[in-house]
């Protein structure tokens, strides 16, 4: 990344002063933040870029949205219903305010949003008129629990502005619109940032995935057939029961050691998941830089606390 800032000039007219609070932000990043944006870094979240200011001027201009904005909205289908989700309801937000000042039909789904006003958006997004010639009406969504319970069926276009941390919400996003009722093919399309967790996280969605498929291919299943003896009273019977307990004594430990063997196997994936996802490691678990006299072990714990804050932000 530092590399590519270099590569790219920064504008004659925009600033590359330090920020005065996060001195230790590298100077060119803020540069190039503040190009793309064409804002302040210090603004307060009701402020927008110049170029919004006009009367209608905002729908003929791109500053500050970013390239995955402006990708939605060219994708974005005319006289359709649409359904976009976020993982985020910051994100939802922003969509929202964005989609509305290009002067499309918009409603919106988040967490913390009165259950009224939730059934009042979803009723106002199907009732939409739809346009041939006029982008929406749209519906923004978060994912998770303000998806729960939903029918979107009067969709058939579904984005998602990024790829979620947890497939299982992707696949409750798909099913909104995907279910009993649907009458035309659901078409999904995911944005993605690329070298970045985002790209990083599809990737090892994938390996996961044929990982999976090929220790399925190559299970082996053994099956034995039961032989049921008749009780026989004789005085080796207390000792067979004897020697029978002492080994279902000794599966069960060998039962919980393999427990714990695998339980070890899943924390040291998902740690390998968590370091490869910010770049930390490659797919095979090497580190993917080495500086010469640090102390790997280290680096590697504090990587891990810091990889973790980042997951839950």
Known sequence: WHSLFLSID????VSSAAH????????????HLRAATEMKLDCARSDKPPKWGGEGSFRNTSAGLSSKIQALLRDLPLGE??????SSKEGVLHLETVIKAKGICCFSLFTGQH??????????WNSAKVDASTTGPVLVVQA????SGLTLTRSSKLFLLEPFSRQEEEQQAYARLHRYGQKNDVHVKIYYAPVSVESRLLFWRKRSSEKMATAHNSSSYVFTQQHFEEEEDSDGGDEADMIDSASLSSGDNGDDDSTKK??????????MRTQFLLGLVDE??????????RDHTHDAARSMTSARRFILD
């Open 10 to 13: 920064i504008p004659a007219h």
């Open 20 to 31: 005065h609070l996060h001195t230790a932000l590298p100077r060119n990043a803020l540069a």
């Open 81 to 86: 219903h649409a359904v976009v989700f976020s």
């Open 115 to 124: 259950t009224k006003t939730t059934e009042e958006s979803v009723s106002s």
């Open 144 to 147: 998770g629990a303000a998806a």
């Open 262 to 271: 695998e339980d070890s196997l899943e924390v040291g994936e998902d740690n």
């Open 284 to 293: 095979y678990g090497n580190p993917t830089t080495e500086v010469e006299g």
